[in-house]
């Protein structure tokens, strides 16, 4: 079965940082781009990042860029969100999921109907 699993989520401070893990299993994980995204509460699934395989295409949305970066670890069949700068409107559930092939283009990575397998999300709070 694909599995993703997303962790890492917690309680931060404002400006501060934090580390998300996406592992997967039950499928080749370097054959599939994939994707960040987050839902606060009271709104729509937002594309945050996605990373394509073997990584050379990397999207970020506006809100993020520069302070979010994502990477893939190919020998582990995981995928990081460094978040750093954080602010309370990234306050959010955040999910991985598997794209639908290996290499997004700019106008469909943040859809997530180009994704087919999603994992439970971990939740994130930036508060004082």
């Known amino acids: 079965d694909v599995q993703l699993q997303a962790c890492g989520g917690g309680l931060v401070q404002p400006g501060g940082s934090l580390r998300l893990s996406c592992a997967t299993s039950g499928f080749s994980f370097d054959a599939y781009a994939i994707g960040w995204f987050r839902q606060a509460p009271g709104k729509g699934r937002e594309g945050v990042s996605c990373i394509s395989s073997p990584g050379g295409r990397i999207y970020y949305a506006n809100s993020v860029k520069g302070r979010f970066t994502v990477s893939r670890e190919n020998a582990k069949d995981t995928v990081y969100l460094q978040m750093n700068s954080l602010k309370p409107e990234d306050t959010a559930v955040y999910y991985c999921?598997?794209?639908?092939?290996?290499?997004?283009?700019?106008?469909?990575?943040?859809?997530?109907?180009?994704?087919?397998?999603w994992g439970q999300g971990t939740e994130l709070t930036v508060s004082s």
């Open positions: 999921a598997r794209f639908l092939g290996s290499y997004p283009i700019a106008g469909l990575w943040a859809s997530p109907s180009q994704y087919d397998s």
